[in-house]
């Protein structure tokens, strides 16, 4: 089993920043790719981002490229969400996600934490 816990989320006005972090325990946090999914009022969870075990690759949603820069510390078993230029369509839960990488579902998952940007 992997436990996550989100912190980092709150209310920013429009165009500005926020990280959020994600902090696991339980297994081996380098076996794992991790990830962050959002879900808005009303729509169904998103993916937003993801990085490799080791950190050398990551992707994004296209709606967040270029704002959002995934990073993760394997020393302190975190990974991160740095989110700049935010847009009130940024607003929703986000979630942090761990999947081993040889895996294609995403098993584990945070609790969420509340992101809302005010226009």
């Known amino acids: 089993q992997v436990q996550l816990v989100e912190s980092g989320g709150g209310l920013v006005q429009a165009g500005g920043s926020l990280r959020l972090s994600c902090a696991a325990s339980g297994r081996t946090f380098s076996d794992y790719r991790m990830g962050w999914f959002r879900q808005a009022p009303g729509k169904e969870r998103e993916f937003v981002a993801a990085?490799?075990?080791?950190?050398?690759?990551?992707y994004y949603a296209d709606s967040v490229k270029g704002r959002f820069t995934i990073s993760r510390d394997n020393a302190k078993n975190t990974v991160y969400l740095q989110m700049n230029s935010l847009k009130p369509e940024d607003t929703a839960v986000y979630y942090c996600?761990?999947?081993?990488?040889?895996?294609?579902?995403?098993?584990?998952w945070g609790q969420g934490t509340q992101v809302t940007v005010s226009s």
């Open positions: 996600a761990a999947r081993l990488e040889s895996g294609r579902m995403w098993p584990y």
């Open positions: 990085i490799t075990w080791s950190g050398g690759s990551s």
